[in-house]
């Protein structure tokens, strides 16, 4: 099932995300025709991202692998919904994309089994791990407002491993690889945060992107692929402060 939050005239909805159509108990909203905008899929206390997770990543950015999955956190101000354009942030001149695979969290979760993950997750998304690359320190440079770009919706029934994905700037192929090529798995990944931290539920979890991130200029679009969930489409606003 495909779930997705929508801003309407009757304030936000969430239900199925059917053929380009909300549908709650009570009636339906057709995104296409614009009775419905898409928002992030999630409204999470805190984003865990994973970086370093993926070999061809290591190679290309010449790090070390690391020994447990390495990972810092974005605020909830960094969300950004789908179709809705990247701020290019004032203070930066190089700034990022990176498609990646996100988990929302169903439940409380502390201490929990990595075969126990599936019954806490509650399904997939895709984020879109933006930085300003030449900003010093990580937080500086992941943590700023709309730097994490969430959607389009909520895939409830699907497999995390082997899926293939990709990433497209203005139509030319950027990134193409499958989340069966992550260093630590999904299942690792979450049940090693929830040993560190408390996983509300909402909280959105990005396991890391492949290799070739690389920069956008205002006026791109950005489009992230992943295979049985769907595309994650931005555009990239002009720089203000």
């Known amino acids: 099932m495909r779930l997705a939050r929508a801003w309407t005239d009757d304030g936000v909805v969430t239900g199925e995300y059917v053929d380009g159509t909300i549908v709650t108990d009570d009636d339906r909203y057709d995104v296409c025709a614009g009775s419905a905008d898409l928002l992030a899929p999630t409204e999470p206390t805190a984003l865990y991202c994973v970086g370093r997770n993926y070999a061809a990543t290591l190679d290309q950015m010449d790090y070390d692998r690391p020994e447990d999955p390495d990972f810092f956190i974005k605020p909830p101000a960094a969300v950004l919904p789908p179709e809705t354009d990247i701020p290019y ?8 994309y990176a498609g ?5 969290i169903g439940e409380r979760a502390k201490h929990v089994d990595p075969a126990e ?11 879109n791990d933006v930085d300003a690359l030449d900003q010093p320190g990580r937080t500086a440079r992941k943590a700023f407002d709309g730097s994490a770009p969430l959607g389009p919706w ?5 497999d995390p491993h082997g899926i293939e994905m990709y990433t497209d700037v203005d139509g030319e192929r950027r990134q193409a ?3 069966d090529q992550m260093l630590f798995d999904p299942n ?18 990005a396991f890391g992107s492949p290799a070739n991130p690389g920069t956008i200029e205002p006026g791109d679009t950005v489009e ?4 049985g969930i769907g595309t994650l489409r931005n ?7």
């Open 177 to 179: 690889a499958s989340t």
């Open 188 to 205: 690792e990944v979450v049940a090693f945060l929830s040993d560190r931290v408390t996983l509300e539920p909402g909280d959105v979890i």
């Open 117 to 127: 993950v599936p019954d806490v997750v509650r399904g997939y998304t895709i984020m």
């Open 224 to 227: 992230i692929t992943y295979e």
């Open 154 to 158: 909520l895939e409830t029934d699907i």
């Open 235 to 241: 555009g990239v606003a002009e720089p203000r402060r």
């Open 100 to 104: 990646e695979l996100a988990a929302v």
């Open 89 to 96: 942030p004032a203070f930066s001149e190089e700034v990022t």
